[in-house]
């Protein structure tokens, strides 16, 4: 009989005091609704959840990039209608006592693990990839981890994949100046190489640093604060 | 966070999960201006899936039938992924599944030209251990 990966609600990482602080993820509920509210958004205003000294430890959990809207199925209905504003809910910002621009961040992972050991893996239209304009059709692969090892999928028979994880997004958040350069630098190639469709999910990107859900965070070319205030380490 | 991921997450997507990461900060005052570090570094983890040279490996270049690029290493990628693609539907893999393999899969995309213009080479890596069945070409098949 097939393990059951898809009860809701079970963790594969026991919530017990592991010695180091952490930042929850109940599996399941999307990131908004979680006790721990992390963020999917790169802004030095978003505030620290937590803050730890150098040569301190932390253990974060996560939803995945889907923010749990994908479903253990065999259709696509999900895929098609996914959110992708919600997408890659993060857990943090972490502040580092003392951390400013220029110094250099040592990051040591030490454990990378699955939670509910239920993966995903989506061709999402308009968005898919390098080859989107050959694979133009919504498509979806569950996978299942038992642990650190493998994963196998029924939609993909015949194959185990061998763990190699690693945190996916990893970072730490710019300061007022570099975000108005990275927008700044990128607008002119979204017209030119991102399909309509794509487009106005970035721009969607874009938009949701106006109306984000903190009050503090506020759209970089408005604040009239001045460039290189110390930026918030993150990861 | 990511289970395993492919040379250039080529659909967008990974084996993407909930996840759990545990990590240990340090800091060295300076160490961004004294290093000239303006973009991320870092060291390889120290468990690695263990293939040995078992891979089969595609080649792709900068041009198709009668189109031709310049030096252009994006498109020779994406013509090894497309080589590969076709090469895994012998045995029994849609499109979209082996698409998905590539990116999910711990297969290595390598730079293996760009001074040999105008034809950029790129080279795609695919570990044969992951396959219950075997996937090289043989007479008998």
């Not at chain 1, 995945?64 to 994908?70: E, P």
């Not at chain 2, 999910?104 to 251990?129: F, H, K, M, Q, W």
């Amino acid at each position: 009989m097939a393990p059951r990966f898809s009860e809701s609600g079970v963790s594969r990482f026991d919530d017990r005091d592991m010695g180091a602080p952490r930042i929850r993820c109940e599996v399941g509920k999307r990131l908004s609704e979680q006790r721990d509210i992390g963020h999917n958004r790169w802004h030095p205003e978003v505030p620290p959840l937590i803050e730890i000294e150098p040569g301190g430890e932390v253990i974060l959990e996560a939803p995945g990039y889907d923010d749990y809207q994908l479903q253990d199925n065999d259709n696509t209905n999900d895929v098609s209608t996914m959110d992708l504003t919600r997408v890659h809910p993060l857990a943090g910002p972490v502040a580092v006592r003392g951390a400013e621009p220029g110094d250099l961040l040592v990051v040591d992972l030490l454990e990378l693990s699955p939670l509910s050991g239920v993966g995903y893996s989506c061709i999402i239209p308009e968005i898919g990839g390098i080859l989107r304009d050959i694979y133009p059709e919504a498509y979806k692969s569950v996978w299942y981890m038992r642990g650190n090892v493998y994963a196998e999928s029924r939609h993909i028979p015949g194959v185990r994949i061998p763990a190699l994880p690693h945190p996916g997004v990893i970072g730490v958040a710019p300061s007022h100046e570099m975000l108005i350069q990275w927008n700044d630098r990128e607008a002119a190639t979204w017209t030119l190489r991102i399909s309509p469709a794509a487009q106005e999910y970035t721009f969607r990107f874009l938009c949701q640093e106006l109306c984000s859900r903190w009050a503090t965070c506020i759209l970089p070319k408005a604040t009239g604060k001045p460039p290189g205030m110390p930026s918030r380490w993150m990861a | 966070m990511h289970f395993a991921e492919g040379d250039g997450e080529a659909t967008w997507n990974a084996i993407e999960m909930d996840g759990v990461t545990w990590l240990r900060v340090g800091l060295i005052k300076g160490g961004a201006t004294k290093y000239n570090v303006r973009t991320p570094i870092f060291q390889p983890g120290p468990i690695e899936p263990q293939f040995g040279n078992r891979y089969l490996a595609f080649t792709g270049f900068n041009f198709r039938s009668d189109e031709q690029a310049f030096n252009d290493s994006t498109m020779a990628a994406r013509e090894a992924m497309l080589q590969a693609i076709d090469y895994l539907t012998n045995f029994g893999y849609s499109g979209a599944q082996a698409y998905t393999l590539l990116s999910v899969a711990p297969i290595e995309l390598r730079i293996s030209g760009i001074t040999d213009v105008p034809n950029a080479c790129v080279t795609l890596y695919l570990p044969l251990d992951i396959f219950d069945q075997g996937i090289l070409p043989s007479e008998k098949a």
